[in-house]
């Protein structure tokens, strides 16, 4: 069976911290795939980045950043220098191979909270 | 390129009537992917669909939910005799290959 668990329900930043949004993985498979989405107030859900089992290399595009462990099943996703526009709610998912081929299971989303 | 079209993007229904939900894909994407988003929840995969089959509903509901995704036209979830508990977001999603899908804005469904 595969789970995504983000064990942070909501953070609260000020404007130009730091944040890191934690997802830890699980799934059997050797081959999977691990997501990030957005979903703003607006209700949309947009597609971040996407990594695959093979690759370990972190990530980073503007001010977003991607770590990924597979020795601690983890996929964690920091944004530095946060603007007000970064509130939003972030979702981990998960694609994995087998029997859930084609299936996204997602985290419970992280709502992230920038203060001016 | 045409993203994933959703349609109606809010549907108010009364309890006991029928929700139809249509979802046009990508163009030239043959996977389409519904999911359920409850209030203050996560979303839960419903159903996975290539053109004409059904490939995995596991998490559909066993009764008053089906799905299709007929050879032409858009893909429909479809909720007979809705209840107040399928007030919910409702997102399909499309992908090429089956490991990268793109969403669409969802339709946001209310039972009364």
């Known amino acids: 069976a595969q789970k995504v668990t983000q064990a942070q329900t909501e953070i609260s930043v000020v404007e130009k911290e730091d944040v890191t949004l934690d997802c830890v993985y699980e799934?059997?498979?050797?081959?999977?795939?691990l997501f990030w989405y957005k979903q703003p107030p607006s209700g949309e859900l947009v597609f971040l980045i996407r990594?695959?089992?093979?690759?370990?290399q972190n990530e980073i595009s503007g001010r977003y950043s991607w770590n990924f462990q597979k020795s601690t099943s983890s996929f964690n996703f920091t944004i530095t220098a946060s603007q007000v526009v970064d509130s939003a709610v972030y979702f981990c998912?998960?694609?994995?191979?087998?029997?859930?081929?084609?299936?996204?299971?997602f985290g419970q989303g992280t709502i992230l909270t920038v203060h001016p | 390129n045409a993203g994933v079209m959703q349609n109606p993007r809010h549907l108010v229904r009364r309890r006991g009537q029928e929700a139809r939900l249509r979802c046009s894909p990508m163009?030239?994407?043959?996977?389409v992917y519904w999911y359920r988003q409850l209030p203050e929840e996560g979303l839960k995969f419903m159903v996975y669909?290539?053109?004409?089959?059904?490939?995995?509903e596991s998490g559909m509901p066993k009764e008053r939910f089906s799905a299709e995704f007929p050879k032409e036209g858009p893909s429909i979830l479809r909720i007979q005799q809705v209840v107040r508990g399928d007030s919910a977001a409702y997102f399909c999603?499309?992908?090429?290959?089956?490991?990268?899908?793109?969403f669409g804005p969802g339709t946001r469904l209310t039972v009364t």
């Open positions: 669909l290539q053109k004409e089959n059904i490939i995995d």
């Open positions: 998912a998960l694609n994995a191979g087998g029997t859930s081929y084609g299936k996204l299971t």
């Open positions: 999603a499309s992908s090429l290959h089956s490991y990268e899908q793109y």
């Open positions: 990594r695959n089992s093979f690759d370990e």
């Open positions: 799934t059997r498979d050797t081959t999977y795939y």
């Open positions: 163009k030239g994407h043959s996977h």
